[in-house]
């Protein structure tokens, strides 16, 4: 026994040499291992990703390495550099940890899975005509629902709600209606399916680090196997036959057919793609009318704009064009609450030259990592009071919108990056863009809408929903509506 316990104890301390031994080369970043050995900054990093990432910047600059249990993890915060890290495909692979991340968060394994091939199917989804069909189904099944509330009921009765749960359910919905093929009139499984996704989205991050305790393990499990069965009732007892049609849904299941996922994997794909296109319209409408209520001189200049295309008898379909101060406060409510994490293996030892032309050697088996929310999204020499919502950002003084931003005399190529860069910006932006869109512009013709608390302020973010796409906020705002007494719709049609 005493044997045992001194050859424990010698296997102990030499996997904690190995792990604090690692030194900085002079062409490698600055390196910051953390006091806790394995761990290093591994607590800091999953309590609030943004705060750790300033303090490192403030310490060390636009690029270092930290040591986050037991991986060495390179950040890098510099917009110009970008573009090679994204474009590099041979020394680095975003493979690997979107596989991890699959089995971890979906209980998902697709080892055959390209990520190439699957934008491609994307793209003939959500560009062009498909995209068009896409966004009017959108917007009809959006006046559905609308229709079926109780304020629409009871046009003359004020509602109470928390705008969160309001634009949640209600964009999630009409998005799920729009691409999933489920009966319009079965109120049961919409209902259904939102509460379980919402069950599962609250454990999401947890689910992503390892770190659900087991009582919320069982219930991630048992919301993502009522998903499963939800998500696969529709399609999985018509065999063949049902996934030879031309919806989204079926377009989807032939795409995995073609890379020999086998049929469970389908089903728990479908919960993936759930996510994908459900999980941050919501959150982002809540956020942007949240700003409106919280800053009246923005809400007037919504209001004007809608009621200028109103009375220019716009059609629906051309908003996409003739919304520029919406379009500008979306913006800059994507610049202050989208947080996504881009994440790289360093598969082959690489030299990466950043601003100022120095070069930094990024280590084979580490990991490199870029945090657009905090530069260029937050960088206060890109953007004046980063922290502060300004509704016309993103205008120029003659109403167009405005694209020139720069850092220390330098025009940025990105300077917003809510949705990527370049090739690999997301695909299904534009829908959701629409939506997003079409929602707002529907409440507020709609709706007599007002906070509760005229002096309620937005409530703060959930720090462990950095890294997740849309930032969610710890508590609700309460809102009041009633029906308008006079409605008066943009045209769905040319």
Not at 11 to 35: C, H, M, Q, W
Request: glycine fraction near 6%; hydrophobic fraction near 40%; include cysteine.
């Amino acid at each position: 026994m005493l044997w045992t316990a001194i050859l424990l104890f010698h296997g102990i301390l030499a996997v904690f040499v190995i792990y604090t031994r690692r030194s900085r080369k002079r062409t490698e970043p600055p390196l910051d291992k953390g006091n806790i050995p394995w761990l290093g900054h591994a607590l800091e990093f999953g309590r609030d990703v943004a705060i750790f990432l300033t303090r490192m910047k403030k310490k060390h600059g636009d690029i270092f390495t930290v040591r986050v249990a037991g991986h060495y993890v390179t950040v890098l915060l510099d917009p110009n550099t970008y573009d090679d890290l994204l474009s590099d495909t041979k020394a680095l692979d975003f493979k690997r940890y979107a596989q991890l991340l699959m089995q971890r968060m979906f209980s998902l394994n697709m080892p055959n899975h390209d990520p190439l091939t699957e934008r491609a199917w994307m793209e003939r989804h959500f560009q062009g005509p498909n995209l068009m069909q896409l966004c009017e189904s959108m917007q009809n099944n959006l006046q559905l629902l609308f229709n079926a509330t109780e304020a629409a009921r009871n046009p003359l009765q004020w509602r109470q709600e928390g705008l969160f749960s309001f634009c949640y359910s209600l964009l999630f919905r009409a998005g799920y209606l729009t691409l999933f093929e489920v009966d319009r009139n079965d109120i049961t499984q919409l209902t259904t399916v939102y509460d379980e996704f919402r069950k599962f989205d609250g454990l999401l991050s947890k689910l992503a680090r390892s770190t659900v305790k087991k009582e919320e393990r069982r219930v991630a499990r048992c919301a993502q196997e009522r998903l499963w069965e939800l998500l696969s009732a529709c399609w999985l007892g018509g065999g063949a036959s049902r996934a030879q049609g031309n919806t989204w849904q079926q377009s989807y299941l032939q795409h995995l057919q073609s890379e020999s996922v086998e049929q469970e994997s389908q089903r728990r794909a479908m919960l993936l793609q759930l996510w994908v296109t459900q999980g941050n319209a919501g959150p982002a409408a809540f956020w942007l009318l949240g700003f409106l209520l919280t800053h009246p001189e923005a809400m007037r200049a919504v209001r004007a704009e809608i009621r200028s295309l109103q009375e220019q008898r716009h059609p629906l379909v051309s908003l996409q064009k003739n919304t520029p101060v919406l379009d500008s406060v979306l913006s800059e409510t994507l610049r202050l609450r989208a947080a996504a994490l881009i994440t790289r293996e360093v598969v082959q030892d690489k030299l990466l030259q950043v601003s100022g032309g120095r070069e930094y050697l990024l280590r084979r088996g580490d990991r490199v990592c870029l945090f657009p929310f905090l530069s260029p999204q937050m960088d206060e020499e890109i953007h004046s009071e980063p922290e502060k919502f300004k509704y016309d950002r993103f205008l120029n003084e003659d109403g167009t919108e405005r694209k020139d931003f720069f850092k220390r005399g330098m025009r940025m190529k990105y300077y917003n990056m809510p949705w990527g860069a370049d090739g690999h910006m997301c695909v299904g932006r534009h829908f959701a863009v629409s939506g997003i869109k079409q929602f707002v512009i529907m409440v507020l013709t709609s709706l007599d809408l007002e906070l509760c608390d005229q002096q309620a302020a937005m409530p703060s973010v959930d720090p462990s929903r950095y890294g997740f796409g849309m930032l969610q906020p710890i508590s609700d705002m309460e809102i009041r509506y009633r029906l308008k007494p006079t409605r008066s719709y943009l045209h769905t049609h040319q």
